[in-house]
């Protein structure tokens, strides 16, 4: 079977390679993929600059972003032929952590966990796959192909319950939400800010092209420029770029007792230029927060799935700007100005 595959470490050495069937050891459910989604970890695995093989290959097959239909399922497993199914993606440490055997395994303590199609373990850009049963999430037929927004979405279900925990610290009534970057995270943030009722603005350094459209549609406020300027100061920030310049000029304008979301990774070539007392000063002076999420667990999924169940499917067919066919795979790994969400359909 094709599976689109990297030497971890390797720069640009992402193809199109003939590979094994799944073995029956990855999970007793096989899955025909239908569909892959692209997102900015797939670029940096191709990039070189992390990735690990699973033990015994020297490659990796991509993919983590999934979503199938059942080719065979065990009985008594809840799955059977023909249902809809993504992966989830991270598998807890074999020699689990207090988190991981507690169903936490999002939350690793130790970091010997695994994921597929980033660390150890082959990932879903292959036509089957195998998936064990405790990891396999079921589809609503409702949602359908729209499924294979449920994994970038989960991080962001993930987030929201933890905003929501840390905001019990205190007598806190929000109503301003600063999401930057319009990209899929940002946007599927928006729609969970806006789903509990918040006021929501949305910034991205794009001006024109579908991002300004889907955060209208939203019913929130886009904003293309200078987070300075925006002139507000957020009861919450989602912040979904990576970029320390604007990590850094939002951080300046986070309201008291604010919650601040890093969902992107920054890039490891842009300096920073933080004044660390200055925020220092902000962060006790006003009991604001800062906190990080990664990764997602079961829970995470299933509101996640349930969050785009709630959402209006014409607005989340609008996040999927592009789809490339498996024969035309390369193409999705090309970015376009007018990129979105961008899908490898199997």
């Known amino acids: ?60 097959i ?17 799955f059977e032929e023909g249902d ?18 507690s169903g936490e395994w ?14 150890e373990r082959h990932g879903f850009g292959a036509e089957r796959w195998r998936i064990e049963p405790e990891f396999a999430i079921k589809v609503d037929a409702e949602l ?9 979405a989960s991080v962001l279900a993930k987030a929201w319950e933890q905003i929501e925990h840390i905001g019990q610290r205190a007598h ?3 109503r301003i939400v600063l999401v930057t970057g319009a990209g899929p995270i940002g946007l599927l943030a928006a729609l969970m800010a806006k789903q509990r009722g918040f006021d929501v603005y ?26 300075q300027q925006l002139g507000l100061a957020p009861d919450i920030v989602i912040e979904c770029t990576g970029a320390a310049s604007v990590i850094e000029d939002t951080l300046e304008h986070l309201g008291g007792s604010g919650i601040f979301c890093m969902v992107g990774s920054c890039n490891h070539a842009e300096q920073s230029r933080l004044d660390i007392r200055q925020w220092n000063l902000g962060m006790v002076l006003k009991n604001q927060l800062v906190f990080g999420v990664v990764n997602a667990n079961r829970r995470h999924f299933e509101k996640a799935a349930d969050a785009l169940k709630r959402a209006d499917r014409t607005w989340l067919q609008g996040l999927i700007t592009r789809r490339e066919p498996l ?11 007018q990129d979105v969400k961008v899908v490898i359909d199997f």
């Open 144 to 152: 359908g192909q729209l499924g294979i927004l449920v994994e970038p």
């Open 106 to 119: 999002d939350m690793c303590l130790n970091g010997r966990y695994t994921e597929r199609g980033i660390k």
């Open 327 to 337: 024969a035309n795979w390369q193409a999705a790994f090309k970015r376009q100005a």
């Open 1 to 60: 079977m094709r599976a689109i595959t990297i030497i971890p470490g390797q720069a640009s050495s992402v193809s199109l390679t003939e590979v094994e069937e799944p073995q029956a050891t990855e999970g007793s459910i096989l899955v025909q993929a239908t569909q892959l989604g692209i997102c900015g970890t797939d670029f940096d695995l191709i990039a070189g600059d992390y990735g690990w093989a699973p033990p015994n290959s020297n490659h990796l």
């Open 84 to 101: 809809l199914v993504i992966g989830i993606v991270r598998r807890p440490d074999p020699h689990p952590c207090s988190a991981c055997s």
């Open 172 to 174: 806190w009534k929000p």
């Open 202 to 227: 949305v910034l991205d350094r794009v001006s024109n092209g579908p991002k300004p459209d889907l955060v209208k549609r939203l019913g929130a406020t886009y904003y293309s420029g200078n987070s």
């Open 62 to 78: 991509l993919g983590h972003e999934s979503f199938g239909r059942v080719l065979q399922a065990p009985p008594n497993t809840g």
